[in-house]
């Protein structure tokens, strides 16, 4: 494999692009059609001269890209590898596209890590529409493993999610089903932001952005680590009637915080949510 065989492979519809050496990109891949890339033990990594976006792939509206990892010993990865400009390795979708279609991402294997976010939305608007499911392998994000500022679902059912803070739920849905969910940060920290990641140091940051979308937030089993394990706040003082758009579901599943001072599960505005 090569940059322009697993870009022309990765175009195909129904195709399934298998690495057999490693890859280092040229540019950002758009994922446009129903598409499997399976790692095979192998990397995928950006080249010296990468000319793309701030991101490796970018699923699109209507794309939906599955990633495999074959190989025996799993070590297969897609990784930013300590750039400051590309800091996400794989982003759900972009503006332009038909968003009544949605953009899917499936992960089964391998590790996908970014300096960054490993798996990213963006809250503006025409990025909505987004489903990820996370069945197996490793999503690490120096700052978050999966930032979702925008709405559309994610899915854990397996696999390792982690980051400063492991998932932060801006916007959207949120099942968990099984995995790990785990931050990495000591202390919790929550910080207003029009534009970013605004928490550290919790497993399950639930945190209404400025854009007041609704967030639906339902845990079923897992394991969930952080300085706090799941943390609800109002950073940007968002109004009561806003707030009330957030949900939170807790039947089951691990709760550990790893900071004595913090709860394993708080929330600043939503009671009753723990059966």
Do not use: W
């Amino acid at each position: 494999s090569n940059n322009a065989d697993i870009k022309a492979c990765l175009e195909t519809d129904g195709s399934t692009s298998t690495l057999n050496a490693n890859v280092e990109l040229g540019s950002t891949i758009e994922i446009a059609e129903e598409v499997t890339l399976d790692v095979n033990g192998y990397t995928i990594s950006l080249s010296d001269t990468y000319a793309g976006i701030d991101s490796m792939f970018v699923v699109l509206h209507g794309g939906k890209l599955t990633v495999n990892d074959s190989s025996a010993a799993k070590t297969g990865k897609i990784t930013t590898e300590n750039s400051e400009d590309v800091f996400v390795g794989i982003k759900m979708t972009k503006a332009g596209g038909d968003n009544t279609l949605t953009a899917t991402l499936v992960v089964n294997g391998g590790t996908i890590e970014a300096t960054s976010y490993a798996i990213s939305g963006n809250g503006n608007p025409g990025r909505e529409n987004t489903d990820v499911t996370i069945n197996g392998g490793t999503i690490k994000g120096e700052s978050v493993g999966i930032f979702q500022p925008q709405v559309g679902k994610v899915t854990i059912n397996g696999g390792k999610v982690t980051g400063a803070s492991g998932i932060e739920m801006r916007a959207g849905e949120l099942v968990v089903n099984g995995g790990t969910i785990e931050a990495t940060a000591t202390e919790v920290e929550i910080n207003p932001n029009g534009n970013g990641n605004a928490s550290k140091g919790v497993g399950i940051a639930v945190m209404q952005h400025t854009t007041v979308k609704p967030i639906s937030v339902t845990v079923n089993d897992g394991e969930i680590t952080g300085a706090s394990a799941l943390y609800q706040s109002n950073p940007q003082n968002n109004a009561a009637d806003d707030i009330k758009k957030v949900d939170i579901a807790v039947k089951g599943g691990n709760f550990e915080a790893t900071d004595e001072n913090e709860k394993a599960v708080y929330s600043e505005n939503v009671t009753e949510f723990v059966t």
